[in-house]
């Protein structure tokens, strides 16, 4: 949930700051006082796309910052966004940089906007079995995804098919070519890490007379009669001669005496070296051939050796589909309908799991709108199964919210017939009866209460305090019924002059007696105040 929003230099806010509680925040205030730009930063701090015209006129650019936390992360995260005005933009998550996107799939989906645009997604059918799944829960999750995979693992079974059918189809110039290409590599016959041995070992046998001379000269120089092995132990007969006079020439004689060791265990080594060197003509000559054949194959199918292998399973695959056509055909065909035969079985278990919850989705949503006063009211889940052909990763049948006015009439497509008052009213009954299925923990809510007055507005009341139970809930709201439900309470207001800024102010004892008194008739007047005071007791008592 949101802790803390604090908002620089937005629209007509210089500087503003919003604490809401955890339950219920109203927020109200004259028309054009700036709730617009209020909502526009909280849309910012959540993910949402931003927009150069935003920042205040006059300054350098925007800051929004918000602290969140929730049940399970108690530490909570700080995000920091800013926007320049040459539109370039900043976000900062727990002081580290990140992408909007990451911002929006992380902190921002704790958050749900439920204005204007929510309203709009309510109309659009697409979205309707993503509600009827979130209802769901995990066995509907589970259903979903066994299905999805068995979608993908049928279409990848299809486009399997149509290669085998293409490859058995190929023209004569390509089964050719794939023909060369087999038995020029077979030709050849590299085999796995030859290349690179060769590269190894063909330096040595090109220049073995030279490496065999060099051992040998080295060796001769360390070993032979008058060589180093020879100098060292004179040397070190010397010193021990000595040594009687002085001990420092004993040590010395102990240091060469490990040297001449070195210098033995050396000449053994390149003893042992030039007894390995092969001259060897023919396995040079051999060598040399084998090298520049695989450079040729190196040319045309490379640059690496893993190129080559794979050119030439390529084109065996490309025969063995042509050559043995009939089999791999029906291998193919099998496995269509094997996974066809998957898929149908996943869509009829996902289908039981959303006819089953369904009814009780419709019924909960309807319950609530009765709550709203919405009279007889009620929706209806249709659910339809699509043609096979009509399948997508969202469900083998087509899910839609229908709505009833009345107990005697035909459901119909919401956006046919409910009216703007009418679909805020149903999105909210939605919001209600998701509940805890809501992987949000804030609802925000704009012009829920739109058109709505009288009975209605002390029902609606009633219903977002019940939600501000299981969620934060911070609400634009030019109702009084609404608005005293709130455990806080914001009033926006815009001061005059040629720079008006917009403020945000908790109101509180008298302070939100008159703004409440506001809300319900325009004035203050003493007959207002009495029965802004009558609501407030009376929704505190509650």
Known sequence: MIDELHVT?????????????????????????????????????????????????????LEVEGRFFSADDPDGHVVRRTLAANGRGRVQVDGAMASVRELAEGVGASVDLCGQHEHQRLLDVSTHVTLLDAFAGEKGRVARDAYVD?????????????????????????????????????????????????????????????????????????????????????AIAALRAAA??????????????????????????????RDNVDIDPAELARM?????????????????????????????????????????????????????????????????????????LAEGITQQMALLNM???????????????????????????????GSGMTPRPLRKIASGGEVSRVMLAVKVVLGEADACDTLVFDEVDAGVGGATARSLATVIANLARTHQVIIVTHLAQVAVQAERHYVVSKTDGASPQTRLVEVTGEDRVREVARLLSGDTGDASLDHARELLVEAAGH
């Open 9 to 61: 230099d937005v629209a007509l806010i210089h500087d503003a700051t919003l604490t809401p509680a955890d339950g219920l925040t109203a927020i109200t205030g004259e028309t054009g006082a700036g709730k617009t730009a209020l909502l526009a930063a909280l849309k910012l701090v959540v993910g949402e796309r931003a927009d150069a015209g935003l920042i205040r006129e006059g300054a350098d650019g």
């Open 150 to 234: 068995a979608l993908v693992a049928a279409r990848e079974a299809s486009r399997e098919l149509a290669r085998v059918r293409e490859a058995s189809e190929l023209a004569a110039d390509q089964l050719d070519q794939a023909r060369f290409v087999l038995d020029r590599i077979d030709e050849v016959a590299p085999e796995e890490g030859e290349y690179e041995r060769l590269e190894a070992e063909l330096p040595r046998a090109q220049n073995a007379e030279s490496l065999l001379r060099a051992a040998e000269e080295a060796r001769s120089a360390l070993a032979s009669e008058g060589g180093a092995e020879d100098a060292i132990s004179a």
């Open 244 to 273: 009687t006079h002085d001990p420092e020439l004993a040590r010395r004689a102990d240091t060469l005496e490990g040297s001449l060791l070195d210098v033995q265990d050396m000449a053994s080594e390149l003893r042992r070296y």
């Open 288 to 360: 040399q051939e084998r090298h520049s054949a695989l450079r040729g194959l190196l040319r045309s199918y490379g640059p690496a050796m893993e190129d080559v292998f794979a050119a030439r399973e390529e084109a065996a695959r490309t025969l063995s589909l042509v050559e043995d056509g009939g089999r791999h055909l029906a291998a193919a065909e099998r496995a269509v309908d094997a996974a066809e035969a998957a898929l149908a079985s996943a869509a009829d278990e996902l289908d039981a799991v959303r006819a089953e919850v369904a009814p009780r």
């Open 375 to 405: 009279g007889s009211a009620e929706v209806v889940v249709s659910q339809e199964r699509l043609p096979r052909a009509q399948w997508t990763k969202m469900g083998p049948s087509h899910v839609e919210l229908l709505y009833r006015p």
